[in-house]
């Protein structure tokens, strides 16, 4: 998939950035981080926004176990930070901050943390208008007003822009590791709170975080053998299909489109698979297709909620995405 644009600006300021919105007048922008993670259709746009430039962890609170920090961040380097003060931010991506947010990819950490909007305390973001508000908070305690900030998460960058991100943070686990497990095992095993279950092609691996004594003890407890680190997650094909469904209900998908090239967040609800489906196989499922979506397809399943959003924060239309 590719973004062709017949621009890009790399803005250094938030000043800038509204400034290139009200100036935009009828021409449309495309936001990009570090364009590894493209989902859909290719992308046309005039001008392409790429916010490698605001890349400052702005906060980072031991006390209260949050982080602000803007979209340009990567997750590495922001994992290494936090790492340093023995802290953790519960979740899995290869990419920058904007990426991870707009995306809203699954966890390996899916049994506890199964997605990125579910650690997002809040956000300021740039609408359409041009308008730069503050929407959330740094704790969890917030709910007054709509969660803006959240309903941006998955959008890809569709409704408006991240320029500050503030997520919940835990400690740093002593030990992460992780075993493959056989299915019968995994009811007896959700009693010791492991933080993800993940299938690949076959193959179920339990994760687990925390003390390097307790995860031993799982071992001679479950006759695993774990090993230091995460699976591997990565699915590598010339189309993708995403399907949605209910928590608990993973296996069962997977047992309808086959083992094989298919991968699964368990307990996210979210399976990802190689091989050709057909959208009226599943009817009680929402189905994307995340890459080699063709120009005629419809990628993405649209909801009423998201084009009421997208009247209120984006009326002229001026931000596209590959939806």
């Known amino acids: 998939m590719s973004v062709l644009c017949n ?12 400034e290139i919105i009200r100036d935009v007048g009828k021409r449309k922008i495309y936001i990009i981080g570090f364009n590894t993670h493209h989902i859909g259709k290719n ?8 916010m490698r430039n605001f890349n400052k962890i702005l906060e980072i609170s031991e006390s209260d176990l949050f982080v602000t920090a803007q979209p340009g961040v990567s997750f590495e380097a922001l994992k290494n930070a936090l790492s340093e003060r023995n802290l953790f931010l519960p979740l899995t991506y290869s990419g920058s901050l ?13 049994l506890i943390y199964p997605y990125p909007k579910d650690l997002l305390l809040g956000a300021k973001i740039i609408t359409g208008l041009g308008e730069l508000i503050k929407s959330g908070s740094r704790t969890t305690k917030f709910s007054s007003g ?27 686990p002593e030990r992460l590791a992780f075993a493959e497990i056989n299915q019968e095992k995994i009811q007896k095993i959700i009693s010791e709170r492991p933080w993800g279950i993940f299938y690949n092609n076959g193959k179920t691996f339990v994760i687990f975080g925390g003390f390097s004594k307790y995860i031993d003890s799982l071992e001679e407890k479950y006759g695993l053998s774990f090993q230091d680190g995460l699976p591997n997650a990565s699915l590598d094909c010339e189309r993708i299909y995403g399907i949605t469904t209910y928590r608990g209900k993973e296996f069962d998908i997977i047992n309808k489109i086959g083992p094989d090239k298919t991968i699964a967040y368990i307990g996210s609800g979210y399976i990802r698979t190689c091989n ?28 009423k909620t998201g084009e009421l959003l997208k009247k209120s924060l984006d009326p002229y239309n001026i931000f596209v995405s590959s939806y």
């Open 7 to 18: 621009e890009t600006v790399y803005p250094k300021t938030y000043e800038d950035l509204l």
């Open 43 to 50: 992308v046309n746009a005039d001008i392409c926004i790429s």
């Open 276 to 303: 050709e489906i057909n959208k009226k196989d599943f009817p009680e499922e929402s189905i994307i297709i995340e890459k080699g979506c063709k120009e005629d397809e419809e990628c993405f399943e649209h909801y």
């Open 146 to 172: 709509y969660k803006i900030w959240k309903a941006l998460s998955g959008s890809l960058g569709w409704l408006g822009i991240y320029v500050e991100l503030t997520f919940r943070l835990i400690g740093k």
């Open 98 to 110: 904007g990426g991870l947010a707009s995306t809203n990819f699954p966890s390996l950490f899916s």
